[in-house]
């Protein structure tokens, strides 16, 4: 009960901010359309369907997860360097309740974003099935990976080190590593070994294969994600506790 008034409270921080909308929800949108508009200029007889929305959709769906470690993360690093969070220090809430009370809006935001990210790829071609449905629910381990990863960076840094961790490295880290915008298959070597032991590559493939309805072989990539986002989250209650307890003494 008083992590859900918390993430009440948390909710209408995060959707009082225009920038959170427009990255959250718009982004992954004007990324579709561009990417249809780029499918439409290349000739039939190239077959490439490379930018066809059924190829695209699940990489920009997955990518705009990224965004969600930057506004959790964000949120709590300014609610620590203010007297908010101190205040809520002695009351009877725990550090597992606070955690709580940060996730749950921002995993209510990302299943919008994967809604909305998917409605509009169905209205630019993407055919609508059980699988999409399936695709949106594999979006939501791979944005609690995301916002375990933010937690973790606002409990340990201030607002202005997350803002710079969490928005433009992990973004472009994890765009980059992850193969929504290259082939890494295909690229080999030493660099895909690295993407493989990274989450990003294997939250790729869980929502391409999700969209396709290989139920059996998303299932090892999606226990690789949630294996990462275990840690992260374990990692950001123990540093917001010990957080905690420092600003209590």
Same mark, same amino acid.
């Given at each position: 009960?008083?992590?859900?008034?918390?993430?009440?409270?948390?909710?209408k921080?995060m959707?009082?901010? *225009?920038?959170? @909308?427009? /990255?959250?929800?718009?982004f992954? =949108?004007?990324?579709?359309?561009l990417?249809?508009a780029?499918? &439409?200029?290349i000739?039939?007889?190239?077959?490439?369907?490379?930018?066809?929305?059924?190829?695209?959709?699940p990489?920009?769906a997955m990518?705009?997860?990224?965004?969600?470690?930057?506004?959790?993360?964000?949120?709590?690093?300014?609610?620590?360097?203010?007297?908010?969070?101190?205040?809520?220090f002695?009351?009877?809430?725990?550090?597992?309740d606070f955690i709580?009370?940060?996730t749950?809006?921002?995993?209510?935001?990302?299943?919008?974003?994967?809604v909305?990210t998917f409605a509009v790829?169905a209205?630019?071609?993407?055919?609508?099935?059980?699988?999409t449905?399936?695709?949106?629910?594999?979006?939501? *381990?791979i944005? @609690?990976? /995301?916002?375990?990863i933010?937690? =973790?960076?606002?409990s340990?840094?201030?607002?202005?080190?997350v &803002?710079?961790?969490?928005?433009?490295?992990?973004?472009?880290?994890?765009?980059?590593?992850?193969g929504?915008?290259?082939?890494?298959?295909?690229?080999?070597?030493a660099?895909r070994?690295?993407?493989?032991?990274l989450?990003?590559?294997?939250?790729?493939?869980?929502?391409?294969?999700?969209i396709?309805?290989?139920?059996?072989?998303?299932?090892?990539?999606?226990?690789?994600?949630i294996?990462?986002?275990?840690?992260?989250?374990v990692?950001?209650?123990?540093v917001?506790?010990?957080?905690?307890?420092?600003?209590?003494?």
């Amino acid at each position: 009960m008083r992590a859900m008034v918390f993430a009440s409270r948390n909710a209408k921080e995060m959707t009082r901010d *225009p920038l959170n @909308l427009f /990255f959250g929800l718009a982004f992954p =949108l004007a990324l579709l359309v561009l990417f249809s508009a780029i499918n &439409s200029a290349i000739p039939p007889e190239a077959n490439n369907p490379m930018f066809e929305p059924a190829k695209m959709a699940p990489g920009v769906a997955m990518f705009g997860t990224t965004f969600m470690a930057l506004y959790s993360g964000m949120l709590l690093a300014k609610d620590r360097t203010s007297s908010f969070l101190s205040r809520l220090f002695t009351s009877p809430m725990r550090s597992s309740d606070f955690i709580l009370g940060y996730t749950l809006p921002a995993v209510a935001f990302a299943a919008t974003q994967a809604v909305g990210t998917f409605a509009v790829a169905a209205f630019l071609g993407l055919p609508i099935s059980l699988k999409t449905l399936l695709a949106v629910v594999s979006l939501m *381990p791979i944005a @609690l990976m /995301f916002i375990g990863i933010g937690l =973790l960076c606002g409990s340990a840094m201030n607002d202005k080190a997350v &803002s710079g961790v969490c928005g433009a490295l992990l973004c472009n880290v994890a765009g980059w590593l992850s193969g929504v915008w290259i082939p890494i298959d295909l690229i080999g070597g030493a660099f895909r070994s690295v993407c493989r032991a990274l989450p990003f590559y294997h939250a790729a493939e869980t929502a391409r294969l999700a969209i396709s309805g290989e139920f059996l072989g998303m299932i090892p990539h999606m226990l690789v994600v949630i294996a990462y986002s275990a840690v992260a989250y374990v990692a950001a209650v123990l540093v917001f506790r010990s957080r905690m307890h420092s600003d209590k003494a």
